[in-house]
Structures are given as C-alpha cells and as structure tokens.
C-alpha cells in the first residue's frame, strides 16, 4: 500500500491500532489499521471478535452504556482467565486514534463479574496521560477519575460514572480555560469523532429477498430493507445511484440497466434488476453471492445519511469518516465478485470519506489489489 495515496486525508481522525489485550480468544494483541483492512484467517481464530471489539469500542465512544454494549460480557472474557481474591474476572480492550492531536491512545478495562462496570480507563497523548480512571471503592458505581489541567493544579479529580466511558464524558466536564484542558478536550475529542460513523454491515440474503414498507430510506445492519432505500436513493443521488448500477452489472449475472424499488399493489416495496428489454428481475430471485455483492456495494456507494448510523453532528463533514465493519465480507461471493467489491472499495477507501474493516477466510487474493492491508491470524 502506498502512504501517500491518503496523506491528504491524515486531518480526519480515524483509528490506525486495535488492542486486544484481554479479550475473548486474543492476548496482548495488536493490529494495525489502514483505509482498507482486512482481518483474515480460519474459523476460531477471532476475525469476528476483532470486529465485535472495534463496534465496542465505537459503541463506547458514542456514549453507549456498558451494559447495552456488552449484552453478554462474560464471553469477552478470556476463557482461561481465574479471577482474582473478591472473584472477578474481566477484558481489556483499546485503540490508537490519529488525527491533527498526533496519536492518542485508549485502553479500557471493563470487569464482567460478579458486575459489568468499567474500571480503569487512561488516555495518552505524546507519553502524557490525558485522562486515568480507577475504581477505588467497588460499593460505589462511580470510578475515580483525574484529568490533566495544567497551570497552578496540574490534575483535577472528580468521580465519574462507571457505566460509561469517561472519555466521552470529558467535553462535557472539562471547561477547557488553561492549556492543559484543551489539550485534554482536543484529545478527547479526536477519539469520539473516529469512533464514531460506525456502520457494522451482514447482509442477510434471505431478508433481502422480502417485499418491505416504506420507511425512513436508512439501511439496517442486515440490509432487509434494501428495496426501501433504493426507493430513496435513486431519486436522491443519480450520480451515486449510476455508480451502484454499474457496479451490480459487474457482479450479477445478466445484463443489467437499473437498479430499482417498484411498489406492489399493496403499498410494500420489491427491488428489482431492469433487464433493458421490458423484463425485471425480481431481488427474489438472486443468488446469495449477487445479493450480499449489491448490498456491500450499496453500503460502499452512500454516506451516513442513508445508513444506520449516528454521526457526529456537531462535527463539519469534512472531517468525518465512515467506518464500514464487514464480518464475513467475502461470504458466498465468487472469486469475480469478492475481487470487483474490494476494488470498489479500495476506490472509495482512497477518497478518504469511508474506511472498511472487513473478515475474510483468506486474503491471497487481496493481496494483488493495490490499498488493502491483511491481518493474518494465522494457526
């Protein structure tokens, strides 16, 4: 991969480390993320559970509370883990965000027994910690925390609560006066705004093949509403939605004119392929691979605006970035289809807007295309 192909979008905050050092199947582990990354190796070796840390850790960013975000908390714990005298057990997860503050990095440690609490937290910029939690009294659903400040009181501490990220906390505690708390807010900041615009996408054939209401034209987690935002999109953005029907005539059999949502007698949607001779295709009729194949690249092709997300708003869209999480991405596509999305989205990766972290069984044929970084999880 060439650096430089995305020097000019170094501005927009995005992670560039997942940490895993205590969590689920992984120890003490570190992977690297670019524009385009790819985790890749056999089944059980936690492809997935690196996806699941990183929805975490955004979740988390956006305010989230533990509980909501870790429905079953256990399971994130390793599962050689012993717990400790008072019998508690838990995972530590982080992440290293860049942006114009340089590298911050955040490490999280969340006990899952006998309560789901966070209890330490720590955010660094530059050697100097920005932020430190801890829980000092386990009767009480508070953590300690102490932020940097600066000027004649170095530090300032105050309890926060333990149900949620301190980090997310800050811009609303910090009154940022001195040099210090700016230093701590921009800190902050930088981290929530590349955790947020989190997109987790498994695109579920079998519900794309339903006829759907119309709705509010967002696309769900597993795109069973495609027909609904294809109702929207193809009159909201041509550009974009010529883009998608050139990129579902690569990837279907066929030939292909438009992509479509045509309403049915009883005011459901039903997406179709226009064949260009009078004959569609009903989205029924397709095959697993050329459904997952236009849903990815429909996912690829939109912003924020058409999918379920929750951007920050109160940060200019130049500065933004879109996540896409694709577990599975190369499930059921043939060896055409997975090498036409990738290139789809190395091209979007480029433009700096959209970034993708997907899973894959194997990624030798990744490798061949320009932009993708593979993490290999190897036996």
């Known amino acids: 991969m060439d650096p430089g192909r995305f020097e000019a979008h170094a501005d927009r905050p995005h992670l560039t480390e997942l940490r895993l050092s205590a969590f689920a199947t992984h120890r003490g582990a570190g992977f690297p993320l670019g524009p385009l990354t790819l985790f890749a190796g056999p089944s059980g070796y936690g492809k997935t559970t690196a996806l699941l840390a990183y929805e975490a850790l955004a979740r988390l960013g956006a305010g989230g509370e533990v509980g909501a975000v870790f429905p079953d908390p256990v399971a994130c714990v390793p599962e050689r883990a012993r717990p400790d005298a008072q019998r508690r057990r838990g995972f530590r997860i982080g992440c290293t965000a860049d942006g114009p503050e340089g590298p911050v990095r955040l490490d999280v440690a969340v006990q899952a027994e006998p309560e789901l609490r966070i209890v330490g937290e720590r955010l660094t910029s530059g050697g100097l910690v920005l932020l430190e939690t801890a829980l000092r009294d386990p009767t009480r659903r508070t953590v300690q925390a102490s ?102 005539r690569t990837g279907c059999a066929g030939p292909v004119v438009d992509v479509l949502a045509e309403p049915l007698r009883d005011g459901m949607l039903r997406a179709v392929l226009d064949r260009g001779d009078g004959l569609r295709t009903g989205f029924e009729r397709l095959g697993d691979g050329e459904l997952r194949y236009a849903a990815l690249a429909l996912v690829l092709l939109t912003g924020p605006g058409v999918l379920e997300v929750d951007p920050p708003g109160e940060v200019p869209a130049a500065m933004q970035t879109l996540t896409v999480l694709a577990d599975g991405l190369d499930r059921a596509l043939d060896v055409r289809q997975r090498a036409e999305l990738l290139r789809l989205a190395a091209r979007m990766c480029e433009r700096g807007h959209i970034r993708l972290v997907g899973a894959v069984s194997d990624a030798s044929w990744a490798t061949r295309i320009d932009g993708v970084t593979v993490v290999h999880l190897d036996p």
């Open 147 to 248: 932020w940097h400040t600066g000027g004649s009181s170095p530090v300032t501490r105050a309890p926060l609560p333990d149900d949620r990220l301190g980090t997310a906390l800050l811009p609303l505690r910090v009154a940022g006066k001195t040099d210090g708390q700016r230093q701590v807010l921009a800190a902050a900041e930088q981290m929530v705004v590349a955790l947020r615009s989190v997109f987790a996408c498994d695109p579920v054939p079998e519900r794309m093949r339903d006829a759907v209401p119309m709705g509010d034209g967002r696309l769900l987690r597993d795109c069973g509403n495609l027909a609904d935002v294809l109702w929207r999109t193809r009159s909201e953005c041509g550009r974009r939605h010529g883009q998608l029907v050139t990129s579902v």
